[in-house]
């Protein structure tokens, strides 16, 4: 593509839209467990409405737009109070969980870099349930990680365990509610309370529960304590753009306090320039999803989200049980909140997958890791509501037609390529192998077990790199 000389009408523009999107995830079928948090109609309508007005606000300054300035402030003291801060809590607005994560880690970082300034090389411990968004922090800000094996009948992070890897370096302790895969939550207040006696930052990765586990605590559910009532917590993020359903581009970090918070901002006034000052990592952003998240908590209200809640505790009861009454297969982990896992001894899993995706569902593989096995991950939202009875029913259907799908040649082929040349071989040959995979021009091929089967068999550096390799060929523009 080039600019064109002239531009487009806005229907030839309209038309092309359509037909980019032909092949996107239908997000409004209600066959799609992850990556869309829809509230219907309405309140998307609202939200969208709310999202325009305030499009073009720049939130880079936040001494010009009074109003970004208070829907940050409102939305931190909404959240504070739900997660049981007291008036010093302080926070602010980023684009999603992993920014919200990455400020986490800068904050310890340059706390510590301040406080214990003989620390030369500080670490990082995290259990391998630990979004990979920590990983991401670490690699950006330089520090090392120590990942700790979770237990493996529970999913939670192993007390004992991680106490073990704590030594001189250590800054960053972390816990999840719950964790992304098999949706459980760590012992948060047993590890806070360790870090507390070893002077170490804690975070609570809350970017899934923050804001739906006190509401299912609400609804009578045993919820354990993972927010600020947990002395220990330093800081935790949640993120508004998955269960308060607000637009993405929509999470908070909060501190404990704000000397604490003080080592994640940013100035800078030895340039020509304006004067910086950054809170966040983003500079120039646009007002919208701030705005909008402001108005979509406002909108809902305690009611209506205790409403949700209730309405999506149904829906992963619904399901559960039906994934259960299906003898060849099994659940991971009890869910403790929306997020479903669950896998085969007998069933390739990743051919479930492709069975269920050609039925219209999405639902995502977890590939084996540590002596865990490959899963099949939901995250339950909303509009799945109504849909569970045909979910089981085609995943009856899946786990029959997949049984009887043989192994792919593709992992044979590879890990012939391994045995003969190793990794190194199979980098230097990826486009005739892409080509075989099926994956061209930047598209995945209907069927992604072979890839899936490849991916899960090699060993997980080899993985990385290979992963790497294929991204870089996925943002080429065609010549
Ligand atoms: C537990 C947890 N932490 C962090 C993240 C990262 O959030 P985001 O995708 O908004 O950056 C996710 C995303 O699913 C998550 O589940």
């Known amino acids: 593509m080039e600019l064109p000389q002239k531009g487009l009408t806005k229907e030839d523009i309209f038309k092309k839209l359509d037909k980019y999107k032909e092949d996107d995830l239908d997000w409004q079928s209600g066959k799609a467990f992850g990556y869309i948090f829809d509230p219907?109609?309405?309140?998307?309508?609202?939200?969208?409405?709310?999202?325009?007005?305030?499009?073009?606000?720049?939130?880079?300054?936040?001494?010009?737009?009074?109003?970004?300035?208070?829907?940050?402030?409102?939305?931190v003291s909404i959240m504070r109070k739900h997660l049981n801060g007291d008036e010093n809590v302080v926070g602010n607005f980023t684009s999603g969980g992993t920014e919200s994560i990455i400020l986490a880690v800068k904050t310890a970082r340059d706390y510590y870099r301040d406080k214990k300034p003989e620390i030369e090389e500080p670490e990082m411990i995290l259990p391998t349930t630990a979004h990979a968004a920590f990983h991401k922090a670490a690699h950006y800000l330089n520090l090392k990680t120590v990942s700790v094996s979770v237990n493996p009948v529970t999913f939670k992070a192993d007390i004992k365990e991680v106490e073990k890897s704590i030594n001189k370096n250590t800054i960053f302790m972390m816990g999840s509610a719950p964790s992304y895969t098999q949706g459980v939550i760590d012992p948060i207040f047993e590890l806070s309370e360790i870090a507390r006696e070893n002077d170490i930052w804690f975070h609570t990765d809350a970017c899934m529960g923050g804001f739906l586990l006190p509401f299912f605590k609400k609804l009578g559910r045993d919820v354990v304590d993972f927010d600020f009532s947990c002395p220990g917590v330093n800081s935790i993020s949640v993120d508004l753009h998955k269960y308060a359903y607000t637009p993405k581009g929509a999470s908070l970090i909060l501190h404990r306090n704000s000397e604490q918070r003080h080592f994640q901002l940013f100035a800078f006034a030895d340039w020509l320039g304006y004067t910086m000052i950054n809170p966040t990592i983003q500079s120039t952003k646009s007002g919208g999803s701030l705005a909008a998240a402001w108005a979509v908590l406002n909108h809902v209200g305690e009611e209506q989200y205790l409403d949700f809640a209730q309405k999506q505790i149904d829906i992963v009861r619904e399901i559960k049980e039906g994934i259960e009454e299906i003898p060849e297969l099994y659940m991971m982990a009890e869910p403790e909140m929306t997020l479903i896992s669950f896998s085969s001894k007998e069933v390739s899993v990743f051919h479930i997958i492709d069975e269920m995706n050609l039925k219209g569902w999405y639902i995502q593989p977890s590939l084996s890791f540590d002596n865990i096995p490959a899963s099949i991950h939901l995250s339950v939202t909303l509009s799945n509501a109504g849909h569970s009875d045909a979910f089981i029913k085609d995943l009856k259907k899946s786990v029959e037609k997949a049984k009887n799908l043989p192994p792919s040649e593709l992992l044979s082929m590879f890990n012939q390529f391994m045995k003969d040349g190793g990794a190194d071989d199979l980098l230097e040959n990826l486009g005739p192998l892409l080509e075989l995979a099926g994956i061209k021009d930047g598209r995945m091929p209907?069927?992604?077990?072979?890839?899936?089967?490849?991916?899960?068999?090699?060993?997980?550096?080899?993985?990385?790199?290979?992963?790497?390799e294929v991204t870089n060929t996925f943002f080429h523009p065609k010549s």
Do not use: C, H, W
Not at 457 to 465: L, M, N
């Open 446 to 468: 209907d069927r992604t077990a072979p890839v899936n089967e490849v991916l899960d068999a090699i060993p997980s550096e080899v993985r990385k790199k290979l992963l790497l």
């Open 40 to 75: 219907g109609q309405e309140i998307l309508q609202f939200a969208k409405q709310v999202y325009n007005m305030f499009l073009s606000e720049n939130a880079l300054d936040f001494t010009v737009y009074p109003s970004l300035l208070s829907f940050e402030n409102d939305l």
